[in-house]
């Protein structure tokens, strides 16, 4: 087991985030505070409980790391943390080997912890950010750089419907395939699909919404028209299969826990039916299934990174991409996807006219001599550019 992993599965100790908050407790009326520079304590379980949910999990889950290592150490993690602990910490997992990307969301972890506990912005990362910057250009020069999950393209999401079996476990399967890749669906997305995020306009165009997302700043959401007659094949049989259980409200997650035997798991008291990180395990149990040739490394992210892998594949740029998906708001995501669906595929990722005309001296190798490049204004202008790029 390497030391990173040993940090997440050594016994936890459950550090309780809000006991530094007696300072917010109500005014008694014998006391010179005033009643309206205190909050309520509904105010103050909303503030503990704000944020999105799958953030908060993330970071308590970071917290709790950094709380046992400061119980092991005889160290007091807080809230309020101090900041020799913070420092002391982060030397302590850059030395183990931590990836960077962890390092970095342990001190936002921590800050973010401490001001749901009513100190804002404490403690000073300064130091922290210091010795994380150096993890990051170290791992780097080493060769390592986080890695993202692989994309499950059509390709591979054709492999693992294949593999699915023909019960009512495999149609579910089935149905967060087409929904993970036909939506970019993140696994909190998919988990967020009810029955009512259904729109059959046709027998040949199926439409699904997504009221939120981890990006979305408005309340609009999006919708995705998915026209794949094998995929709303198996959506609306999926769909009528919940109705004729009685499973059908329009609030009920679409997704939901299946037995061997068929049954249905019950909701969660949080309204889940498939909790994100159940769909997250069965969609490594479909990699494994269809024995894809990323099966060790696949999950439930690779759905959103299908379509733009593909897209790169047929040539779009990063750019068209993001304009023709909707899905993200800046290309450096997007172009991780592009390159990988360009290299998978055996192609360059490089589709520049520089590129091209790298690729021409090739022709130098067999003795032939290529035409030389044209002497057009346009032309002249764009390698113009691409000069004064260089430079």
């Keep these: 087991m390497n030391a990173a992993a040993s940090l997440d599965t050594t016994d936890v100790v459950d550090a309780e985030l809000l006991d530094a908050q007696d300072a917010l407790a109500p005014a008694l009326p014998d ?15 909303d503030l503990a409980n704000s944020g999105r949910e799958r953030t908060r999990g993330t970071y308590q889950e970071r917290f709790k790391a950094f709380a046992t290592w400061c119980a092991t150490r005889g160290r007091t993690p807080g809230p ?20 960077f990307g962890t390092i970095r969301l342990t001190i936002a972890a921590v800050v973010h912890m401490n001001a ?5 912005n404490w403690p000073p990362t300064d130091k922290a950010k210091a010795i994380y910057a150096d993890a990051r250009h170290e791992q780097r020069e080493a060769g390592r750089s986080p890695k993202s999950a692989p994309p499950l393209d059509m390709e591979r999401r054709q492999q693992i419907l294949e593999a699915c079996p023909d019960d009512l476990p495999g149609l579910r399967d089935r149905v967060i395939a087409h929904l993970g890749y036909y939506c970019r669906g993140r696994r909190s997305d998919l988990a967020k699909f009810r029955i009512a995020s259904l729109e ?12 939120t997302s981890k990006n979305d700043k408005t309340d609009e959401g999006r919708e995705y028209e998915i026209d794949d007659p094998e995929a709303i094949h198996d959506i609306l049989t999926w769909r009528a299969v919940l109705r004729v259980r009685g499973e059908a409200d329009p609030l009920k997650p679409l997704l939901r826990r299946v037995d061997q035997w068929g049954n249905l798991g019950p909701i969660s008291g949080k309204g889940w039916g498939m909790t994100p990180h159940a769909i997250n395990e069965a969609t490594k149990r479909m990699a494994q299934r269809a024995d894809l040739d990323v099966k060790d490394t696949a999950t439930s992210h690779g759905w959103r990174a299908g379509v733009p892998a593909d897209l790169g594949r047929l040539g779009y740029t990063a750019d068209d991409i993001k304009h023709i998906t909707g899905d993200w708001r800046s290309t450096e995501q997007v172009e991780k996807y592009r390159k990988v669906g360009r290299r998978r595929a055996g192609l360059t990722t490089d589709q520049s006219r520089r590129a091209q005309a790298i ?3 090739q022709t130098l190798r067999a003795g032939t001599q290529p035409e030389a490049p044209g002497t057009e204004p346009e032309q002249a202008d764009t390698l113009e550019r691409e000069g004064q790029d260089d430079a």
């Design 80 to 99: 309020p943390t101090t900041e020799q602990n913070l420092v002391s910490y982060i030397s302590h997992l850059k030395r183990a080997g931590v990836d």
């Design 200 to 211: 059959e306009v046709s027998d040949s165009l199926l439409i699904v919404r997504k009221w």
């Design 359 to 361: 690729k021409e001296l």
């Design 31 to 45: 006391t010179d505070v005033d009643i309206n520079d205190v909050l309520t304590d509904e105010a103050v379980e």
């Design 116 to 120: 749901r506990a009513g100190h804002a």
